[in-house]
């Protein structure tokens, strides 16, 4: 009976781990200068289980083969909103928790109408260097 449950604990975490994951990294320019901080995002256009994300440090970004997109195509969200510091006293807090959410910084054709794509593979360099303008 122990053999039978050792067999069947063991076979519980085995099998397929899914597809493989590619590291990606890059840089990504702001109005001509590197973007000092933010978030990219990679959209698979095929397998949602692919989608991956990073942020965005001194134009730079970076995401470990661990955590990276699957191979394939890719719709890519940058974006940057100017983080609002939280008041310590409680009746401030619940008046700054109705005012509207911070206000993106990124034109919209470089996130929520995103133009940009990236191709992740194998034989692909998975390197990016991504250019945006800021909101109007």
Not at 42 to 55: K, P
Not at 115 to 120: F, G, I
């Amino acid at each position: 009976m122990a053999c039978l449950a050792t067999l069947l604990i063991a076979g519980c975490g085995s099998g397929d781990s899914g597809p493989d994951r590619y590291s990606v990294s890059g840089t990504v320019s702001r109005d001509g200068q590197p973007m000092s901080a933010g978030t990219i995002e990679f959209h698979s256009t095929t397998n949602v289980a692919g989608n991956a994300m990073a942020q965005i440090v001194d134009g730079k970004f970076s995401i470990s083969s661990d955590m990276g997109p699957t191979a394939g195509s890719y719709q890519v969200r940058i974006s940057s909103v100017t983080p609002q510091i939280a008041p310590s006293d409680p009746n401030e807090a619940m008046e700054a928790a109705n005012e509207p959410p911070p206000k993106e910084e990124i034109a919209a054709r470089f996130n929520s109408e995103t133009e940009l794509t990236a191709e992740v593979g194998p034989d692909k360099d998975n390197s990016f260097d991504f250019q945006v303008e800021s909101s109007p």
